[in-house]
């Protein structure tokens, strides 16, 4: 069994196992475009309980590069056209804007590309206000931004699905190293604040991620990532997706990582939810350390970042995937 049929076949068991709806045509047209790119980059399988509880499965990758070649592929497959909205012309004018360090991808595997992620070098928020398809409620938050420290912004992706955009940003500043920061910035948006414990983990998240539309003026949901070094350290008594996937994800390593999203929005139903990535390669969860400039919890993970620079572009970069 090739390696792009092994992982083919890891997502359809993941379905499977969690009841989560697929198409074997859509992932036929997915792995066509992209298979090869999700041997040799940052590559992630996710299950996530956002739909009245049901669980999805997208699957995900990234690579170091300049340009953006998942629009192109996206594109040329099929998996992309022109809708009539301002997400046609956002990711280029992204790349206008802002020099990018890497690009990634996200599909469901039910529903086809949903996002196209551009990764720079963490540079301040301001940058993002040159991009002129961007939504208006993006400008109009400039204030919510300098209030809660989301001035150094890591990655941008374009929704393509949910007609939306995402800021992430670095979570540097002392003050989100503390739970009344989180209450503060949920309450701020009357979201749902969590559990004492969920907040007690929350205070360890490098990455905060705000997502915008063009149909409102308000934030549509806020997403806050930590990263657990492998299975047995996943909070998996939390939530039975998070035990279920931390146990089940298959992956290439015997022990992976794994990504947590931590998601609310203004409907508690459909916007709090809990989004879980294993890593499948072992490179995305180091890179994600790297990234934030923190500390690798276990010194002998691998990251791209850190090899040699041929052996680092046979690999690829992972990519912090959100």
């Not at 990234?62 to 099929?78: P, Q, V």
């Not at 909205?85 to 991808?105: C, N, R, S, T």
């Not at 009344?180 to 991620?209: G, R, T």
Request: net charge negative; aromatic share 12%.
């Amino acid at each position: 069994m090739t390696i792009v049929n092994r992982i083919r076949t890891d997502v359809v068991n993941v379905a499977k196992s969690f009841g989560a709806e697929y198409s074997e045509a859509v992932i036929d047209q997915i792995f066509q475009g992209f298979g090869e790119k999700f041997t040799n980059a940052g590559f992630a399988i996710r299950v996530q309980n956002k739909r009245n509880q049901k669980v999805d499965c997208n699957i995900r990758y990234g690579e170091a590069k300049e340009n953006c070649l998942a629009w192109d592929i996206a594109r040329e497959s099929g998996l992309l056209s022109d809708q009539g909205h301002p997400v046609d012309k956002l990711i280029q004018e992204m790349f206008q804007a802002i020099p990018a360090i890497a690009y990634g991808a996200d599909f469901d595997i039910n529903y086809g590309l949903v996002k196209i992620w551009h990764l720079p070098k963490i540079v301040p928020v301001e940058e993002a206000f040159k991009i002129p398809s961007l939504p208006k409620s993006v400008n109009a938050h400039i204030d919510f931004f300098k209030k809660y420290h989301l001035d150094a912004l890591c990655a941008l992706t374009v929704d393509y699905r949910n007609k939306s955009t995402n800021l992430y940003f670095d979570a540097h500043h002392p003050e989100q190293r503390t739970t009344q920061f989180y209450k503060n910035i949920l309450q701020s948006q009357q979201f749902q604040v969590p559990s004492d414990e969920v907040l007690e983990i929350l205070v360890n998240c490098p990455e905060i991620a705000v997502t915008f539309n063009w149909s409102s003026p308000r934030i549509e949901r806020m997403c806050f990532y930590t990263a657990f070094v492998n299975r047995e350290t996943v909070p998996q008594h939390i939530n039975p997706v998070l035990k279920k996937f931390a146990q089940e994800a298959p992956a290439l390593l015997d022990n992976p990582g794994f990504l947590v999203g931590w998601s609310f929005g203004p409907d508690a139903k459909k916007g709090t939810y809990i989004k879980i990535d294993v890593d499948y390669h072992g490179l995305v969860v180091p890179s994600f350390f790297h990234m934030h400039n923190l500390p690798l919890p276990v010194p002998e993970a691998t990251s791209v970042f850190n090899l040699p620079s041929s052996e680092a572009e046979d690999k690829s970069s992972s990519v912090v995937m959100s």
